[in-house]
């Protein structure tokens, strides 16, 4: 059955902080894994990663996937209060649109 | 990317009751997808909706139970029937513009059951 982990499960940090989200996946026939930001009801797109080792970035927001280790990491430098929320990672494998989800990084960023 | 709206955005309901919920978008997709986000849970996939076939709905999901329409490209409904307090979730709609490729999520409507 796929399988996606992410780590840690809540992080505290104060304004100005860098933090590293962590995203671990078994998947098979893996394509993609994508990344949200989850602030009330809907998920937020972030990134979808589909090859090993090229970085992402929008913003103070960037990520990058390791294909041969199988996990991909969110990174959020210079973090403002703005950037609370709840951080969901998403695998997806091939023949199937279908998304398996971790269950989430919970990030409080206090001023 | 696509601009999605759902109804309702929150509602209460008796045990035993049904509610639908519609989900909207601006433009035509293939791949429309309805999740479930219990309380301190992540999001679960409950079915794919597919437009002139029907849904396909992931283990653990029937259709007797959640009922699922997908009358056009733009627009799809998902049924919670004889609903019962473990439903209480958040139910959220996602599309896909094309193949493989980002998935954007609707606001969610918020199910509390007594």
């Known amino acids: 059955e796929d399988k996606v982990v992410q780590s840690p499960l809540s992080l505290v940090v104060h304004e100005g902080d860098t933090v590293t989200l962590n995203c671990s996946y078994e998947?098979?026939?893996?394509?993609?894994l994508l990344w949200y930001k989850q602030e009330k009801k809907a998920p937020t797109f972030l990134f979808m990663l589909?090859?090993?080792?090229i970085e992402k970035k929008s913003g103070r927001l960037s990520s990058i996937l390791d294909k041969k280790e199988l996990f991909s990491i969110l990174n959020i430098t210079a973090t403002q209060t703005g950037d609370s929320a709840i951080y969901l990672c998403?695998?997806?494998?091939?023949?199937?649109?279908?998304?398996?989800f971790g269950k989430g990084t919970k990030l409080t960023v206090n001023p | 990317s696509a601009v999605i709206s759902q109804k309702p955005s929150r509602d209460i309901c008796q045990r035993g009751t049904s509610l639908t919920i519609q989900c909207q978008v601006d433009?035509?997709?293939?791949?429309m997808f309805w999740y479930r986000q219990q309380p301190g849970q992540s999001l679960t996939l409950i079915a794919t909706?597919?437009?002139?076939?029907?849904?396909?709905?992931e283990s653990g999901f029937v259709i007797d139970k959640f009922p699922i329409s997908r009358p056009n490209l733009t627009f799809s409904t998902l049924t919670v029937s004889n609903m019962s307090p473990e439903d209480s979730s958040i139910y959220l709609c996602?599309?896909?513009?094309?193949?493989?490729?980002?998935?954007?999520f609707g606001p969610g409507t918020r199910l509390t059951v007594l």
């Open positions: 996602s599309v896909e513009v094309s193949s493989y490729n980002e998935q954007f």
């Open positions: 998947v098979t026939n893996f394509r993609s």
């Open positions: 589909t090859s090993s080792g």
């Open positions: 998403a695998g997806r494998g091939g023949g199937s649109e279908k998304l398996v």
């Open positions: 433009s035509q997709v293939t791949m």
């Open positions: 909706a597919n437009q002139g076939s029907e849904a396909t709905y």
